[in-house]
């Protein structure tokens, strides 16, 4: 999936916290919207020209170093997008979260991580969710996999951006 997809099913992604006031409210929402954002773009830190790698604070890409690194050792769709890599880059990042942002940031990246990993795996490439074990794997039967920057993916896109607006508005808008 490209860049666009993943940060909006991540933002998506917190339709599985929603019913929990503690974690998702008014108060919450901008930054596990922001927070599931990061995590949906994490595991792509393995490709070098991902959209994480060319995030730029001022005019340094302070990601960009680690991310080439990542691609020259275990190349792209590698250990990042694997169950390994869920528990290292998103436990990490979750500590990082959590200690900044509270547990509803840290839940927030996470669920992003996941989504990108489960968006990944429903595509024709699929992803190494066992790693070292390199064998790709799948979330969906052949017939319904689709090709990442495809029409089916624009149709996806669209889909998550709805359910992101659908999420999103009502706290923004209270009745």
Known sequence: MVWRSHV????????LVSSFPDLWNAGTAGTMAA?????ALLPDIDAGTAKIAQLSIGRMTPLATISMMARDAFGHRGITHSMVGTV??????AIVAGHWLGLS??????????????????????IP????????RFALPKALR????????DFLLVLFA????AL???LLFPR
């Open 8 to 15: 909006l099913f991540g933002i998506s992604s917190l339709w």
């Open 35 to 39: 927070c599931a954002a990061l995590g």
């Open 88 to 93: 290292l880059v998103g436990g990490v990042a």
């Open 105 to 126: 940031g840290a839940v927030a990246l996470l669920l992003g991580y996941a989504s990108h990993l489960i968006g990944d795996a429903c595509t024709v490439s699929g």
């Open 129 to 136: 969710v066992l790693f070292p074990d390199r064998t790709r």
């Open 146 to 153: 689709f090709v990442t920057n495809s029409r089916t993916e």
């Open 162 to 165: 709805e359910a992101s607006l």
């Open 168 to 170: 999103l508005l009502p």
